[in-house]
């Protein structure tokens, strides 16, 4: 199963309107991924995260919210892992 998940702008990369990209943290696991849908999103923004691009933006409430639930049914671990 394929889930968007929350994760905290740490850096932007490239601020390039088309190849915006940043490092987004997962509770501790730093990717890079795309930001070009959310590009009023900036460092220390949330964003929900599906296959490698930011989608949506959130805040900090809301994304603390989705990791409950991920921990509730034991998901999180495995979304997490590198």
């Given amino acids: 199963m394929c889930l968007a998940?929350?994760?905290k702008i740490m850096e932007i990369i490239d601020?390039?309107?088309?190849?915006?990209?940043?490092?987004?943290?997962?509770g501790g696991i730093v990717k890079d991924i795309n930001l070009a849908y959310v590009p009023e999103a900036g460092v220390d923004d949330?964003?929900?995260?599906?296959?490698?691009?930011?989608?949506?933006?959130?805040d900090e409430k809301e994304a603390?919210?989705?990791f409950g639930?991920?921990?509730?049914?034991?998901a999180i671990e495995e979304l997490l892992e590198p």
């Fill in 5 to 7: 998940i929350p994760g």
């Fill in 15 to 26: 601020n390039d309107p088309i190849m915006r990209t940043g490092k987004v943290s997962f």
């Fill in 46 to 58: 949330y964003v929900i995260v599906h296959a490698g691009f930011a989608i949506s933006q959130l």
């Fill in 64 to 66: 603390n919210e989705v």
């Fill in 69 to 74: 639930y991920l921990k509730e049914i034991g």
